[in-house]
T-cell receptor, first 114, second 115 residues
Framework: AQKITQTQPGMFVQEKEAVTLDCTYD???????LFWYKQPSSGEMIFLIY??????QNATEGRYSLNFQKARKSANLVISASQLGDSAMYFC???????????FGSGTQLTVLP | NAGVTQTPKFQVLKTGQSMTLQCAQD?????MYWYRQDPGMGLRLIYY???????DKGEVPNGYNVSRLNKREFSLRLESAAPSQTSVYFC??????????????FGAGSRLTVL
Protein backbone atom coordinates (compact mmCIF):
# COMPACT_ATOMS: atom_id res chain seq x y z
CA ALA A 1 0.00 0.00 0.00
CA GLN A 2 1.12 3.54 -0.59
CA LYS A 3 0.09 6.64 1.29
CA ILE A 4 0.82 10.33 0.88
CA THR A 5 0.36 12.88 3.66
CA GLN A 6 0.29 16.64 3.27
CA THR A 7 -0.17 18.16 6.71
CA GLN A 8 -0.49 21.81 5.70
CA PRO A 9 -4.00 22.57 4.44
CA GLY A 10 -3.05 26.20 3.83
CA MET A 11 0.16 28.22 3.63
CA PHE A 12 0.90 31.93 3.17
CA VAL A 13 4.11 33.40 1.82
CA GLN A 14 5.23 36.89 0.98
CA GLU A 15 6.01 37.62 -2.65
CA LYS A 16 9.69 37.01 -3.53
CA GLU A 17 10.27 34.80 -0.48
CA ALA A 18 10.87 31.05 -0.56
CA VAL A 19 8.33 28.56 0.74
CA THR A 20 8.44 24.85 1.56
CA LEU A 21 5.42 22.61 1.14
CA ASP A 22 5.60 19.40 3.14
CA CYS A 23 4.96 15.90 1.88
CA THR A 24 5.58 12.62 3.64
CA TYR A 25 4.97 9.21 2.18
CA ASP A 26 4.67 5.64 3.30
CA UNK A 27 5.71 2.68 1.23
CA UNK A 28 7.53 -0.59 1.74
CA UNK A 29 8.85 -0.61 -1.81
CA UNK A 30 12.42 0.36 -2.57
CA UNK A 31 11.53 1.65 -6.01
CA UNK A 32 9.06 4.49 -6.27
CA UNK A 33 8.54 7.91 -7.76
CA LEU A 34 7.32 11.17 -6.29
CA PHE A 35 5.52 13.89 -8.21
CA TRP A 36 4.29 17.39 -7.51
CA TYR A 37 1.38 18.97 -9.33
CA LYS A 38 -0.02 22.49 -9.20
CA GLN A 39 -3.73 23.24 -9.50
CA PRO A 40 -4.52 26.94 -10.01
CA SER A 41 -8.01 28.29 -9.45
CA SER A 42 -8.82 27.58 -13.09
CA GLY A 43 -8.76 23.90 -12.15
CA GLU A 44 -6.25 22.21 -14.43
CA MET A 45 -3.50 20.01 -13.00
CA ILE A 46 0.00 21.07 -14.00
CA PHE A 47 3.02 18.79 -13.54
CA LEU A 48 5.90 20.51 -11.74
CA ILE A 49 8.64 18.09 -10.78
CA TYR A 50 9.55 14.40 -10.37
CA UNK A 51 11.95 12.55 -8.06
CA UNK A 52 12.83 8.89 -8.35
CA UNK A 53 13.73 6.94 -5.24
CA UNK A 54 17.12 6.01 -6.68
CA UNK A 55 17.97 9.52 -7.86
CA UNK A 56 21.01 10.71 -5.95
CA GLN A 57 20.46 14.38 -6.61
CA ASN A 58 17.44 16.39 -5.55
CA ALA A 59 15.30 17.26 -8.55
CA THR A 60 15.14 20.88 -9.69
CA GLU A 61 13.01 22.58 -12.32
CA GLY A 62 13.51 26.33 -12.52
CA ARG A 63 12.22 27.85 -9.27
CA TYR A 64 11.00 24.47 -8.04
CA SER A 65 13.18 22.02 -6.18
CA LEU A 66 12.40 18.87 -4.30
CA ASN A 67 14.00 18.35 -0.89
CA PHE A 68 14.14 14.56 -0.88
CA GLN A 69 15.00 12.92 2.45
CA LYS A 70 14.69 9.21 1.88
CA ALA A 71 15.32 8.10 5.46
CA ARG A 72 12.59 10.43 6.71
CA LYS A 73 10.31 9.50 3.79
CA SER A 74 9.74 13.12 2.95
CA ALA A 75 9.65 14.89 -0.40
CA ASN A 76 9.09 18.57 0.28
CA LEU A 77 8.58 21.05 -2.53
CA VAL A 78 10.58 24.25 -2.30
CA ILE A 79 9.47 27.24 -4.34
CA SER A 80 12.06 30.00 -4.49
CA ALA A 81 11.26 33.67 -5.11
CA SER A 82 7.49 33.22 -4.88
CA GLN A 83 5.32 35.01 -7.40
CA LEU A 84 1.65 35.97 -7.23
CA GLY A 85 0.97 33.40 -9.94
CA ASP A 86 2.20 30.66 -7.61
CA SER A 87 -1.01 30.97 -5.61
CA ALA A 88 -2.66 27.59 -6.14
CA MET A 89 -3.31 24.17 -4.64
CA TYR A 90 -0.28 21.91 -4.66
CA PHE A 91 -0.51 18.13 -4.66
CA CYS A 92 2.16 15.59 -3.84
CA UNK A 93 1.73 12.17 -5.45
CA UNK A 94 3.54 8.84 -5.43
CA UNK A 95 3.71 5.73 -7.53
CA UNK A 96 5.34 2.54 -6.21
CA UNK A 97 7.67 0.54 -8.46
CA UNK A 98 5.46 -1.24 -10.91
CA UNK A 99 2.18 -0.01 -9.44
CA UNK A 100 -0.25 1.39 -11.93
CA UNK A 101 -1.87 3.87 -9.62
CA UNK A 102 -0.62 7.38 -8.89
CA UNK A 103 -1.74 8.17 -5.33
CA PHE A 104 -2.30 11.80 -4.38
CA GLY A 105 -2.14 13.64 -1.09
CA SER A 106 -4.93 15.96 0.04
CA GLY A 107 -3.12 19.08 -1.13
CA THR A 108 -1.83 22.38 0.27
CA GLN A 109 -3.42 25.69 -0.68
CA LEU A 110 -0.63 28.24 -1.14
CA THR A 111 -1.41 31.94 -1.12
CA VAL A 112 1.27 34.42 -2.16
CA LEU A 113 0.80 37.84 -0.60
CA PRO A 114 1.88 41.04 -2.39
CA ASN B 1 -2.00 22.41 -28.82
CA ALA B 2 -5.13 20.88 -27.24
CA GLY B 3 -3.58 18.11 -25.07
CA VAL B 4 -6.41 16.41 -23.15
CA THR B 5 -9.93 17.62 -23.84
CA GLN B 6 -12.89 16.77 -21.63
CA THR B 7 -16.56 17.40 -22.26
CA PRO B 8 -18.78 18.62 -20.79
CA LYS B 9 -17.16 21.07 -18.37
CA PHE B 10 -20.25 21.28 -16.19
CA GLN B 11 -23.25 18.97 -15.78
CA VAL B 12 -26.15 18.78 -13.37
CA LEU B 13 -28.01 15.48 -13.08
CA LYS B 14 -30.88 14.15 -11.08
CA THR B 15 -30.44 10.99 -9.04
CA GLY B 16 -30.85 7.96 -11.27
CA GLN B 17 -30.03 9.70 -14.54
CA SER B 18 -27.19 8.48 -16.71
CA MET B 19 -24.48 10.37 -18.52
CA THR B 20 -21.14 9.93 -20.23
CA LEU B 21 -18.07 12.08 -19.78
CA GLN B 22 -15.96 12.22 -22.91
CA CYS B 23 -12.19 12.51 -23.03
CA ALA B 24 -9.86 12.78 -26.01
CA GLN B 25 -6.11 13.31 -26.24
CA ASP B 26 -4.10 14.33 -29.27
CA UNK B 27 -0.61 13.43 -27.98
CA UNK B 28 -0.63 9.82 -29.20
CA UNK B 29 -0.41 8.64 -25.60
CA UNK B 30 -0.92 4.97 -24.83
CA UNK B 31 -2.38 5.20 -21.33
CA MET B 32 -5.46 7.08 -20.18
CA TYR B 33 -7.07 7.59 -16.77
CA TRP B 34 -10.15 8.87 -15.01
CA TYR B 35 -9.81 10.47 -11.58
CA ARG B 36 -12.29 12.14 -9.29
CA GLN B 37 -11.44 15.01 -6.96
CA ASP B 38 -13.36 15.60 -3.76
CA PRO B 39 -12.68 18.33 -1.19
CA GLY B 40 -9.94 17.38 1.26
CA MET B 41 -9.25 14.05 -0.44
CA GLY B 42 -6.96 14.78 -3.36
CA LEU B 43 -7.51 12.82 -6.56
CA ARG B 44 -8.58 9.19 -6.59
CA LEU B 45 -8.28 6.86 -9.54
CA ILE B 46 -11.53 5.46 -10.90
CA TYR B 47 -10.38 3.49 -13.96
CA TYR B 48 -7.43 3.45 -16.26
CA UNK B 49 -6.52 2.03 -19.65
CA UNK B 50 -2.92 1.02 -20.23
CA UNK B 51 -3.49 0.56 -23.95
CA UNK B 52 -6.21 0.52 -26.55
CA UNK B 53 -8.61 -2.30 -25.82
CA UNK B 54 -7.76 -2.71 -22.13
CA UNK B 55 -9.28 -1.19 -19.01
CA ASP B 56 -8.65 -1.77 -15.32
CA LYS B 57 -10.23 -0.70 -12.07
CA GLY B 58 -8.62 1.89 -9.85
CA GLU B 59 -9.30 2.78 -6.26
CA VAL B 60 -12.97 3.83 -6.57
CA PRO B 61 -14.59 2.08 -9.57
CA ASN B 62 -18.04 1.35 -8.14
CA GLY B 63 -20.87 3.08 -10.00
CA TYR B 64 -18.80 3.75 -13.12
CA ASN B 65 -18.04 2.12 -16.44
CA VAL B 66 -15.44 3.07 -19.00
CA SER B 67 -14.79 2.53 -22.67
CA ARG B 68 -11.49 2.94 -24.49
CA LEU B 69 -13.04 3.67 -27.84
CA ASN B 70 -9.71 4.00 -29.67
CA LYS B 71 -6.25 5.25 -28.82
CA ARG B 72 -7.45 8.84 -28.57
CA GLU B 73 -10.69 8.50 -26.63
CA PHE B 74 -11.60 7.22 -23.16
CA SER B 75 -15.12 7.74 -21.86
CA LEU B 76 -16.56 7.47 -18.36
CA ARG B 77 -20.19 6.49 -17.90
CA LEU B 78 -22.45 6.86 -14.89
CA GLU B 79 -25.37 4.48 -15.42
CA SER B 80 -27.48 5.62 -12.47
CA ALA B 81 -26.06 8.76 -10.89
CA ALA B 82 -26.05 9.15 -7.10
CA PRO B 83 -25.41 12.26 -4.99
CA SER B 84 -22.16 10.62 -3.79
CA GLN B 85 -20.87 10.96 -7.34
CA THR B 86 -20.98 14.74 -7.13
CA SER B 87 -17.36 15.59 -7.82
CA VAL B 88 -14.88 17.06 -10.24
CA TYR B 89 -13.72 14.49 -12.76
CA PHE B 90 -10.36 14.59 -14.45
CA CYS B 91 -9.19 12.68 -17.45
CA UNK B 92 -5.45 12.22 -17.91
CA UNK B 93 -3.07 10.50 -20.28
CA UNK B 94 0.55 9.38 -20.27
CA UNK B 95 2.94 8.37 -23.01
CA UNK B 96 4.24 5.19 -21.45
CA UNK B 97 2.54 2.57 -19.31
CA UNK B 98 1.01 3.64 -15.99
CA UNK B 99 4.17 2.94 -14.01
CA UNK B 100 7.53 4.37 -13.11
CA UNK B 101 8.26 7.98 -13.90
CA UNK B 102 5.60 8.45 -16.54
CA UNK B 103 4.02 11.84 -16.08
CA UNK B 104 0.28 12.30 -16.39
CA UNK B 105 -1.10 15.14 -18.48
CA PHE B 106 -4.52 16.22 -17.23
CA GLY B 107 -7.58 17.71 -18.83
CA ALA B 108 -9.28 20.79 -17.40
CA GLY B 109 -11.84 18.81 -15.41
CA SER B 110 -15.59 18.26 -15.52
CA ARG B 111 -17.71 19.42 -12.60
CA LEU B 112 -20.65 17.09 -12.02
CA THR B 113 -23.47 17.76 -9.57
CA VAL B 114 -26.03 15.07 -8.78
CA LEU B 115 -29.19 16.32 -7.08
Amino acid sequence: AQKITQTQPGMFVQEKEAVTLDCTYDTSDQSYGLFWYKQPSSGEMIFLIYQGSYDEQNATEGRYSLNFQKARKSANLVISASQLGDSAMYFCAMRNGSARQLTFGSGTQLTVLP
Amino acid sequence: NAGVTQTPKFQVLKTGQSMTLQCAQDMNHNSMYWYRQDPGMGLRLIYYSASEGTTDKGEVPNGYNVSRLNKREFSLRLESAAPSQTSVYFCASSDGPPSGANVLTFGAGSRLTVL
